[in-house]
């Protein structure tokens, strides 16, 4: 070969590497992170994931697996993705289990009934990206693309999403260049309450059509049961209507023939509708913390995983709890409204002190409720002036005082004073901290705004 | 398929590749298969028409030539010459009006026949333009007349022929080639010239940027705009009219480049089609800068032989007018483009009877000719009488271009120029940065090209590790900020409608 062409053959390559170095930059610079920052910690795990959590938001925010961890010794991962129909969660595990040999997989059952690989709108295609995006390049990855989008144009924009991302570079924010992680692998919390009204009574059980999220159920267990992972079918509590009533009964049916294990939370009295919804389909941060509660009891005594806080690297570990409560800390400090606030408290890593200026308002109003789920008995709360709980996030005691504190008690509370532009229309005032640090969390107070809400002041 | 498409990448390379493997001598053969199945992407019917055109200029050029060498009287030779033309104009012209002009000349028929009393239900035909075929109809045309005129032998070779038709770079939106300069270097099967392939890769990479970086961004705030020129009056049509000026040419520039880019990838020359046509001092050298290969086509094929400008000024003048006005129409079937046409047509005939005032004004006042305030004034000028022109190119009808006109001067709006009104109308304030960015960029460069500084040169002579990031760099910017891809509706070339 003549020693020009050697020169303009490297000369090429050489182009051809800058090239591809340029773009690796841009194309990691312009996509949206919200993908990568839920699910990279998977793929950055030291640990063997053992249980990995599929569905839908319903998953998404009900079930928290640092706590899995922190409690139970249980590793998982959420993947629950909002509008994840079971074609997509089907495709998310096989991809998963190229970096992870788990021992059980649990599979939330809601939307059974939709009839489509995944949410065919605007909103859906962009749920999508969040589902797909994290997952590396991959044979895997492309079979996924192209089963689920098998008679779409798009299938380009999701096996390179710098197609789709480019026209960000005008919106690029710091957390582009320097990108974050959740600390909550991959679950999110609500915060909001809503109570729903005439919830369905659904006495007759009958099952629904088969569809093709029925079909990529049983794929999905007929997965598992090939590789001999264990499979745990869920389907998680909400204000569930007739249709899910349904779609529940099947899911039953189904675990039934697969002779799987099955837990229907709508037939369970885990949760309370009044004060553990978001809205009408999700569960809040009081109902997460229940459901996960009870399926990390359920798991350790029903299935001999290891206890993997023992192998893991101890400062590994506590950095993990720590970013975690950190995240927490954050949550419960930007809830500007007095029933988030509530839920955000309903913590047993949190101890709190409670200072209900207006008893008598907190008795007749919704808040009531809300202090029931943490554990203060209603009765104990005085008629008229001020009393205060403190509640151990432990042990879930409360122990009550009334009228103002002394400055002794203060001390003895380590609780600070009400400074004098507190105590106009002060409501409930909060002392937040951490039971395994001691640390301060946060100091709040909420003042009443007009008849019904009450709002935070610094 | 589009260049600015995956596809295109995809193919381009396999081409290119297979191209260089093949041996030379079939190597335009394998030209040949690329291009009618990059024909075929668009419509594979009308692939028929395509080799129909083909079939009756190839035939003509054949017959041409026996009539040439035989011994029939000269007489006779010439009538039957005219007749091979004629035969070959009526067949191709036929097909390219039925299939673009039937639709108007109905609609124009049945608006007189209402106009005058007689009430008939319109059929619809409806009838698919197939996308190129202004194009290739009159690059078949041309070989044609240079076999009459015997600048060039009749091609005997079928297949290279036909090639010469469907060449894919330049095959549905120009330049229009001519058989003289392009149908020799088919044949050849050229040895891979690194220099002329990098060249190319150059030319190809400038194309892109000006088509989806600057090109399809002004796109999006000129169609908000013209869509809806009620809402947008004053200044907004103003602006959206200066920008559609830059849109339209980088858009036609960009694929002409990338055409002639890709043809040199291949050791194939094509013609120049713009010469910096913005910095033109009248728009008659406008006209010899802008769509070359069109603009010499109608020269040598319609102007001349309707006797140029050697049959007295008025004729000059009405063959001038004959020029525009054909123009006009083909570059589309409506009375807006005519009037486009008639528009440049009149602009140059009052530009020769005003020439004498011109002449006098300057010895009068004393103004040099050769200053640069002198050719600012006459390019500015150039620029926005041709800009005016433009509004009835873009107009998607003489009623809307008149409209907006109408509405450009109506609403007094100055002050969109210094708030954030022109933010607000599909670009935001970053698009509308890189957008001018980009122009400015693209000023730069028609300045170099018309002091003789060939930037491509420049670059080449540079370091290694200067021209290999440059490309690099420029390259992944241009995937960057361009306008493609799902997150918008992929913008196709204006000039593709033709």
Known sequence: MKKSTVKHLAGALVTILLFVGIMSYMMQLVSRKDSYHKYQPFYDSQLNIDVLFLGSSHVRYSVYPVELLQDYGITAYNFGGHSNRMATSYWMMVNAFDYTNPKLVVIDCFMLSENTKFREDNNGYSYLHDAVDHIPFSVNKVKM????????????????????????WNQLEQNDFEPTVTATEGASFYYEVYTPHDLDVVTER???????????????????????IEVLLTYLPFPAT???WDEAYTAGKIAEKYGVPYINYLEEDVVDYATDCKDNNHLNYSGGQKITKHLGTYIAEHYHLPDRRKEADEDVLAAKYQAYMDYKRDMLQAQDELECYLVGLSDDRFSFVLEVEDSAYIKKTKYKMLLQNLGIDQDAIAEEGATIVCVSGETQEAVYYYGALNEKMRRKLDISDIEQKEKENLLIRFTVTDNQSGERIDEVSFVKCGTVEANRIE | MLFNSAQFLLFFPIVVLIYYIVPKKVRYIWLLIASYYFYMCWSVKYVLLLLFSTGVTYL??????????????????IR???????GSFGLNLGVLVYFKYFDFIIDNLYSVLEAVGIVIVQPQFNIILPVGISFY????????MDVYRNDIYAEKNFLKYALFVSFFPQLVAGPIERSKNLLKQLGKGNQFDFEMAWDGFLLMLWGFFMKIVIADRIAIFVDRVYGDYHTYGGWYLIVATMLFAVQIYCD????????????????????????????????????????????????????????????????????????????????????????????????????????????????????????????????????????????????????????????MFAVHNPQILLDDSLYHCGLDRKNFDVMLFAIVVLVVADICKTRGIKIREIIRRQEWWFRYLFVALSAAFILLLGIWGAGYDATSFIYFQF
């Not at chain 1, 693309?145 to 960000?168: A, G, V």
């Not at chain 2, 069109?294 to 040598?300: A, E, G, K, P, V």
């Open chain 1, 145 to 168: 693309i192209w089963d689920l989008l098998e008679s779409s144009n798009r299938k380009w924009e999701y096996l390179w999403s710098f197609s789709q991302f480019h026209n960000r």
């Open chain 2, 137 to 144: 109809t009159f690059q078949a045309l041309s070989y044609t």
């Open chain 1, 242 to 244: 007739e249709k899910y």
């Open chain 2, 60 to 77: 003509s050029g054949i017959l041409l030539e026996k009539i040439k060498q035989s011994k029939i009287k000269k007489n006779k030779k």
């Open chain 1, 206 to 228: 009958k099952g629904i059509q088969n569809t093709v999220s029925v079909d990529y159920l049983c794929r999905i267990i007929e997965e598992c049961q090939k590789q001999d």
């Open chain 2, 252 to 407: 036609f520039y960009g694929y002409s480049t990338i055409a002639r880019g890709a043809s040199k990838i291949l050791g194939i020359e094509l013609m120049e089609n713009f010469n910096a046509p913005y910095f033109a001092q009248s728009v008659a050298e406008f006209w010899r800068k802008w769509h070359i290969s069109l603009s010499s086509w109608f020269r040598d094929y319609l102007y001349f032989p309707l006797g140029g400008n050697r049959k007295g000024t008025l004729r000059k003048y009405l063959n001038l007018m004959i020029v525009f006005l054909v123009s006009g129409l083909w570059h589309g079937a409506s009375w807006s483009f005519v009037v486009w046409g008639g528009l440049n047509g009149i602009y140059q005939v009052f530009a020769y009877v005003l020439r004498p005032v011109r002449d006098k004004l300057v010895k009068v006042f004393c103004l040099d000719r050769e200053a640069l305030s002198h050719k600012l004034f006459h390019i500015i000028g150039t620029f926005l009488l041709v800009d005016f022109t433009w509004i009835f190119f873009r107009a998607s009808s003489l009623k809307e271009a008149v409209g907006i006109v109408r509405s």
């Open chain 2, 80 to 86: 039957l010459k005219k007749l091979c033309v004629a």
